[in-house]
């Protein structure tokens, strides 16, 4: 077999950067939890006619086929795709299982997501997300609009990564400001403005006259809304100032003023309200969330959603909803290419069991099913060598004590070979001191 050929943006970790995810996912999942959020997971493809009506994903998608498949491609019920995020396919299951579920449901969802998208540091076409939403029949209360910065503020405090920002905007603010000043197609102007990070303020008014048929004005009054940032309510009398006038600005300034006051009452310096965040899907319909991890900006957001009034309807029936994603594979990637985080050893294994010799090693086996039993993780040495090449195999894979089993009578005896410190120790008795029970991520 000749050497593979690496696939981009299929990311494949080393097990020590497992391990670290595995860290990272346990303390998300435990945060969720915190907040009541229960645990769902669905299926990784969705009809293709769901996948291509959400934004601006159509080229995007990853389109399933068999093999031996009709080679025109798929058709009708085969007509399938990989999901790119996690809400879509979540709206259809709530639609599905309506009868089944108590409102407001709660729900946290980690799992692989695929996106066809050109590969680049901290962009994947492959990876994990961390999904938190709450959806209700009929409406849903803002409140939880608040809700969601926090929890993924906690969430991300318990990672020893640098600190983040929420950026808030609220779309009910951009399209009322459009309106008001007389632009006919909000969405087409959300998307121009959503580009402002990458193609800067003349670009996007270019972008802005081409696609929206906006004026040099109104251009000017877009880019004066998307700039106005402020850490506090403080950004409602910058819009104001602005002189436009339309009750769904109105009634969206109201609503983040209260995202913004909840989050500086119990997490201060988390949010900012920032008027340039637009998202890109269709789909949001009130407050929009991005995330910045600090020191790592040029990257992006590491974490978004937002209000969504509409995705999770059917005739009359209406399930709004508000979520957010962290992206959980994007904020590895960018650390772990910083060489910004690291685990104590490399293996999970706490010790490592000598054997004597293999007449003997049915004793060592025991010790280990013993140690085992008390959650030390454990393993016992793949070979009877000589005792100083069994530490050296300990000290390759960072595992700190070895274990040398009594014979003839004599105890047992435990080493930490990082201080050279042996002592007598009975394998039901016997506890490492809890730094070194786990590998540590630092």
């Not at 850490?231 to 006038?245: E, I, T, W």
């Not at 049915?362 to 039993?373: E, K, Y």
């Not at 030390?376 to 960072?398: D, H, L, N, W």
Request: charged letters at 25%; proline letters at 7%.
């Amino acid at each position: 077999m000749s050497k593979p050929t690496p696939i981009s943006g299929f990311p494949e970790w080393t097990p020590a950067q497992r391990m670290i995810e595995q860290f990272v996912l346990d303390r998300i999942r435990s945060t969720f939890e915190v907040y009541g959020f229960a645990p769902l997971e669905t299926r990784a493809v969705e009809p293709l006619d769901q996948l291509l009506r959400k934004g601006e994903t159509s080229k995007e998608v990853y389109v399933i086929r068999r093999l031996q498949g009709d080679p025109e491609g798929p058709t009708g019920d085969d007509a399938l795709g990989l999901h790119f995020d996690l809400t879509v396919p979540f709206a259809r299951y709530v639609l599905e299982n309506a009868g089944r579920l108590s409102f407001p449901f709660r729900r946290y969802q980690i799992q692989k997501v695929w996106r066809g998208e050109r590969p680049q540091e901290g962009r994947y076409r492959e990876f994990v997300q961390a999904d938190i939403d709450i959806v209700d029949r009929d409406d849903l209360a803002t409140h939880h609009e608040a809700e969601m910065p926090l929890v993924v503020g906690d969430a991300l405090r318990s990672l020893p990564i640098p600190p983040v920002r929420v950026q808030v905007n609220n779309r009910k603010i951009c399209e009322g400001f459009y309106r008001g000043v007389g632009l006919t197609d909000p969405e087409a102007v959300l998307r121009a403005v959503d580009k402002l990070d990458k193609i800067g303020p003349a670009g996007v008014a270019q972008l802005l006259a081409d696609s929206a048929g906006a004026s040099e004005g109104q251009a000017k009054a877009c880019l004066a809304l998307a700039e106005i940032s402020a850490p506090d309510a403080s950004f409602a009398d910058a819009v104001r100032a602005l002189g436009v006038n339309d009750p769904l600005l109105d009634e969206g300034v109201e609503e983040l003023v209260r995202v913004v006051e909840t989050a500086a009452a119990y997490a201060p310096g988390l949010c900012v309200a920032d008027l340039r965040i637009a998202r890109g899907l269709d789909y949001y319909t009130g407050t929009v969330y991005e995330t910045q991890l600090l020191g790592y900006e040029r990257f992006g957001s590491i974490c978004s959603g937002g209000r969504y009034d509409n995705l999770a309807s059917a005739g009359s029936v209406r399930f709004p909803g508000v979520g957010i994603s962290i992206g959980v594979t994007r904020l590895l990637g960018l650390l772990f290419g910083a060489g910004a985080l690291s685990v104590s050893r490399e293996v999970p294994t706490c010790v490592l069991v000598a054997v004597a010799n293999e007449e003997l090693r049915a004793a060592s086996d025991s010790v280990a099913v013993a140690l085992r039993s008390r959650g030390i993780p454990t393993e016992v040495s793949p070979s009877a060598a000589k005792f100083g090449k069994q530490i050296r195999y300990a000290q390759r894979r960072g595992i700190p004590y070895v274990w040398f089993p009594g014979v003839g009578g004599a105890p047992d005896e435990v080493k930490d070979i990082r201080s050279g410190e042996q002592m007598a120790a009975a394998s039901g008795e016997w506890t490492p001191p809890r730094a070194d029970l786990r590998p540590l991520v630092s």
